[in-house]
């Protein structure tokens, strides 16, 4: 006899856990703390199965009779319906680790350890205010650049330009890391360079930070045919951050080929206090070049005409020039400290304080104190060699960023 929904509610517990039978399998079983619990009892290749559809009252006894419907349907297409619900939990559980949320703070977890504090609450504050709102229900590998670019557009419409070009910066991070990690096949962010306009910035110089226009600098660089004492400070340029003038005026007994290192004196710093600058091992490469040629004299790279002076505050820029780099526009010897500050924050995810310090920064931790020469010494060693061997990759064409991030 099939039950009716007050047989179902009226029904009390016993000593022992009994069952109420409706009809074709499917019975509510009511145990001795008071709970019911629908079930349906079905033979499936020749096996008799059991299958749990809920508590009562939760699943009323129509909705039990819904689900009986369905999973005789499924036998009658040959699926065992205790499988195929395995299967769709599987499928869910698969489902919520890919949505944008889950891959977004897992990437927060993975990297947010090696960051400084304040970086990671203002990337924390960037995922919860900026971007999780609107994308973070959403499957990451569904999520198409015009859906990035509306969720960045209300940050860039608040006024905070710069914020949407740090969530913009952040998200491409995230889908590279889904990337990498079988859960999205492409990165949306990266077609949307260019559809914000650039910061304000009133001590701007011209610099090139989109990784594919870099290897094709370093390549017009690789193809110089000027004198080795600029092709050497060109390309040495990229892998030191050093100011122009720092540079240019670089002195060997500042160099220490052993240790691969630099040491600038203070007094030619603006933040006055000495520097030390971890050589990779294609800066010692290039010093070890041109060491032949200039080892007698102060400067490691000489003015053309005297080499007791320093090579002219107008010779890389010239040099760029001639290869076709407008300085007004596209970029100058100082844009090569831009270039490093902006990918290895943005693109390869290193430490901000790493970054400032290696570009003679004033960087101080949270009680205001300036750190010193030799602070985060171990990590900006990492984070040049992996700058410098990330060039090589965009130089090649080979661009691969998660080896560099990796060491972060």
């Known amino acids: 006899m099939s039950l009716t929904e007050t047989t179902v509610k009226n029904s009390k517990p016993r000593e022992k856990a009994y069952k109420l039978s409706d009809e074709k399998g499917l019975y509510v079983q009511v145990n001795p703390n008071g709970s019911k619990l629908w079930h349906l009892k079905y033979r499936f290749a020749d096996k008799e199965k059991r299958l749990a559809f809920g508590p009562y009252p939760t699943v009323t006894l129509a909705m039990a009779r819904e689900q009986r419907t369905e999973a005789q349907r499924l036998m009658r297409d040959n699926v065992d319906p205790g499988e195929y619900k395995k299967q769709a939990k599987r499928a869910a559980k698969v489902a919520a680790a890919n949505t944008f949320e889950a891959v977004a703070r897992e990437w927060f977890a993975k990297f947010s350890p090696k960051w400084a504090e304040t970086h990671t609450c203002k990337v924390l504050l960037r995922l919860e205010n900026d971007l999780i709102p609107w994308l973070g229900s959403r499957p990451i590998s569904s999520i198409e650049a015009d859906e990035l670019l509306v969720t960045i557009r209300r940050v860039e419409h608040r006024g905070a330009l710069d914020s949407a070009h740090r969530c913009l910066g952040t998200s491409s991070q995230i889908f ?233």
Request: contains cysteine.
């Open 176 to 408: 590279r890391y889904a990337i990498v990690t079988s859960r999205a096949k492409r990165n949306p962010a990266a077609d949307l360079r260019g559809a914000l306009p650039p910061v304000p910035d009133d001590n701007h110089f011209p610099s090139i930070t989109e990784p594919a226009r870099v290897g094709e600098l370093l390549r017009a660089i690789d193809g110089y045919k000027g004198n080795l004492t600029t092709c050497c400070a060109l390309r040495l340029a990229p892998l030191v951050f050093l100011r122009p003038i720092n540079l240019r005026k670089l002195r060997w007994e500042y160099i220490n080929l052993v240790t691969a290192e630099i040491r600038l004196p203070g007094r030619l710093l603006k933040m006055r206090e000495d520097l030390i600058v971890p050589l990779a091992r294609q800066g010692v490469a290039i010093l070890q070049e041109i060491y032949q040629l200039t080892q007698k004299n102060e400067f490691i790279f000489p003015g053309e005409r005297k080499n007791d002076r320093p090579m002219s505050e107008n010779t890389v820029n010239g040099a760029l020039r001639r290869l076709g780099y407008a300085t007004d526009e596209e970029m100058t010897g100082h844009g090569f400290r831009a270039m490093a500050r902006t990918i290895l924050d943005e693109v390869l995810g290193f430490r901000v304080e790493w970054i400032d310090m290696q570009l003679a920064h004033k960087v101080k931790d949270p009680n205001g104190r300036a750190y010193n020469r030799t602070s985060f010494l171990d990590g900006r060693r990492q984070m040049m060699q992996a700058w410098a061997d990330y060039l090589d990759q965009l130089r090649s064409c080979k661009v691969t960023t998660e080896i560099a991030r990796e060491a972060a």
